[in-house]
């Protein structure tokens, strides 16, 4: 066999021997990919997005879309090839495994809490856009989750309203933590708590619940590191109650990062006329119950996938801004937000066709 054969089929050989290698060599990394895209004020499987009863509502028009991230899967084990290509593709990001899964969580563990934050994203979105229109809401702290095994477990339960810890008021969350880690490790504690069965009961009834229990429980070092504090092993969290029903139906989403648009549609849909002039505005950012939007994961991928659909403007969290202008999509304009009040003053410009002075996202 002539050398120059001999050289090229021991190449060709190598190079396949490399390709086979690296379908088999798993690397430490996941892919973000562009997800679904859906118009809050519009349907999704066949019903509406946002259901309102109970109260007046207002014909909408144009698009407020939730943007999300398509991820692999916990326990997907990326090879070498699919590593590569993922890094050439324009459309997508490979990261680190642990970036989207940190601390070894399983792909259960990470879809619950994906579920919870979803779940909280909705009320503070529902917070947020009352409060824009002044409408009340009567909220109360409550116990979230109990620590498996912790001081609390059996004695303390998610959904119980905590009123007072050693008999002095509680009016936010960070007021328990404050009470609790004014105690030293092995010391008591006394809540004063209405039972979740009872709050349950009273709101079902329409009435204030009255039954109380105090409930004695022993503090435990924190095992977190660094100075050691006396904690309970609990998580305190807000509950509300609405004056009226609003139902958000989205299935197969998780995470916080819908919470903008969320508040942005229940907001349209409760008042004359429309938020976006008929445009098609799309976005993402969290937002707690005082209409404060928070940054959010994957923005380069959600630009993306807003644009695919058709958005011509996008609502971006004002610390994702940088991030999001380094390579925006031709013909979408990011739009810098940092609370629900610059995102309806920038929607009011959108729909009077007076965008130049619109607070756009730059990359520096």
Not at 52 to 59: A, L
Not at 196 to 219: D, H, L, P
Not at 253 to 266: D, K, T, Y
Request: glycine share 10%; net charge negative.
């Amino acid at each position: 066999m002539p050398r120059r054969t001999a050289t090229m089929l021991a190449s060709t050989l190598m190079l396949i021997a490399l390709l086979c290698a690296g379908v088999f060599i798993p690397v430490p990394y996941s892919e973000m990919s562009p997800g679904p895209t859906v118009n809050t004020l519009g349907e999704h499987d066949g019903e509406p997005v946002l259901q309102i009863s109970g109260h007046k509502t207002y014909p909408t028009d144009g698009h407020l879309n939730m943007t999300t991230v398509r991820v692999t899967s916990a326990d997907y084990r990326m090879n070498l090839v699919e590593a590569v290509y993922g890094w050439l593709a324009h459309d997508n990001k490979v990261v680190p495994h642990e970036t989207l899964y940190p601390d070894g969580k399983t792909e259960e563990e990470s879809t619950q809490e994906n579920a919870e934050e979803f779940s909280q994203s909705q009320e503070s979105a529902k917070v947020a856009a009352l409060k824009e229109l002044d409408v009340p809401v009567k909220s109360w702290v409550i116990v979230s989750t109990v620590v498996k095994g912790s001081p609390s477990e059996g004695k303390l339960h998610a959904g119980d309203v905590i009123k007072t810890v050693d008999g002095e008021a509680v009016k936010e969350p960070a007021d328990v933590a404050e009470r609790v880690t004014e105690h030293k490790p092995g010391e008591d504690v006394v809540f004063t708590v209405v039972p979740a069965k009872e709050q349950a009961a009273a709101e079902k009834e329409n009435r204030t619940a009255t039954k109380t229990e105090k409930v004695t429980i022993t503090t435990t070092a924190s095992e977190d590191g660094g100075e050691k504090r006396a904690v309970v092993g609990i998580s305190a969290g807000t509950d509300h109650t609405f004056p009226f029903s609003i139902d958000i139906k989205l299935a197969d989403v998780g995470g916080p990062s819908a919470g903008l648009m969320f508040a942005l549609g229940i907001y349209d849909k409760l008042t004359p006329g429309s938020l976006t002039g008929g445009e098609f505005v799309a976005g993402t950012g969290t937002i707690d119950d005082d209409g404060k939007v928070g940054p959010i994961g994957g923005i380069e991928m959600k630009t993306v996938g807003a644009r695919d659909k058709g958005a011509e403007y996008f609502l971006t969290p004002a610390d994702n801004c940088a991030s999001a202008a380094k390579d925006t999509p031709e013909g979408l304009t990011l739009v810098k937000v940092d609370t629900i009040d610059d995102a309806l003053g920038a929607l009011e410009d959108i729909r009077s066709d007076d965008t130049a002075d619109l607070p756009k996202c730059t990359a520096s």
